[in-house]
């Protein structure tokens, strides 16, 4: 029931984009995603929504395709400040903040 | 406002003891959670409130724990008689929203150590 979450780590120079695939098993309500750096409390980015509405970060977008029960996290032009583990957390059944989040994608943004 | 916060952060115990941590959700948010983190891994559900009521816990929440928001404002969860596989970080999050769709407020976490 966990989404599985792809790449598991990735490098980056600055100015450099990455994409970070979310995958379930199950159909989904919503899709969040999270970022959490080292020794710190994880930190809202996005929700997308059933339907196609989107709430979040204004310089990171994503996509949701229902169909195939996937989320994607764009990151462009990334910043040092990218830097950290980023989560997808999927509610099934249009219950909030009771989440199952994924193992995480670890980005390290070079200078 | 601070944001959430936990205390203690950390905690060593040793096997057998128990241990309560404390949440401070943001003020006026009704809904209450916590999750459980270990290295490497996403966070995981425990339990959440919204104002005083307990509303659902996880098949991960054995018997040896129990969660309390008394008046509908500060949490504590407590462990019995720990076990090392409870060592782990134990993060709090607050949420605004009556509604069903919306973000959480994290706090720092309280790591657990279990020797």
């Known amino acids: 029931q966990q989404p599985v979450q792809s790449p598991q780590a990735v490098i980056l120079r600055e100015g450099e984009d990455a994409v970070i695939n979310c995958s379930s098993s199950?159909?989904?309500?919503?899709v969040h995603w999270y970022r959490q750096k080292h020794g710190e409390a994880p930190v809202f980015l996005m929700i997308?929504?059933?339907?196609?509405e989107q709430k979040g970060h204004e310089k990171i977008s994503a996509s949701f395709n229902e169909k195939k029960q996937q989320s994607s996290l764009y990151l462009t032009a990334s910043q040092l400040s990218y830097s950290g583990t980023y989560f997808c957390?999927?509610?099934?059944?249009?219950?909030?903040?009771?989440?199952?989040f994924g193992q995480g994608t670890e980005l390290s943004v070079k200078p | 406002d601070t944001g959430v916060s936990q205390d203690p952060r950390h905690k060593i115990t040793k096997r057998g003891q128990n241990v309560t941590f404390r949440c401070d959700p943001i003020?006026?948010?009704?809904?209450l959670y916590w999750y459980r983190q270990t290295l490497g891994q996403g966070p995981e559900f425990l339990t959440y409130?919204?104002?005083?009521?307990?509303?659902?816990k996880s098949r991960l929440l054995s018997d040896r724990f129990s969660a309390e928001r008394p008046k509908g404002s500060f949490s504590t969860l407590e462990i019995q008689r720990t076990e090392q596989g409870d060592s782990a970080m134990y993060l709090c999050?607050?949420?605004?929203?009556?509604?069903?769709?919306?973000?959480?407020?994290f706090g720092e976490g309280s790591r657990l150590t279990v020797l």
């Open positions: 999050a607050s949420s605004p929203h009556r509604g069903r769709d919306g973000e959480l407020f």
């Open positions: 199950k159909a989904l309500y919503s």
């Open positions: 997308l929504l059933k339907g196609g």
């Open positions: 957390g999927t509610d099934l059944y249009n219950q909030g903040g009771k989440l199952i």
């Open positions: 003020s006026e948010h009704n809904r």
């Open positions: 409130f919204q104002n005083e009521a307990q509303l659902e």
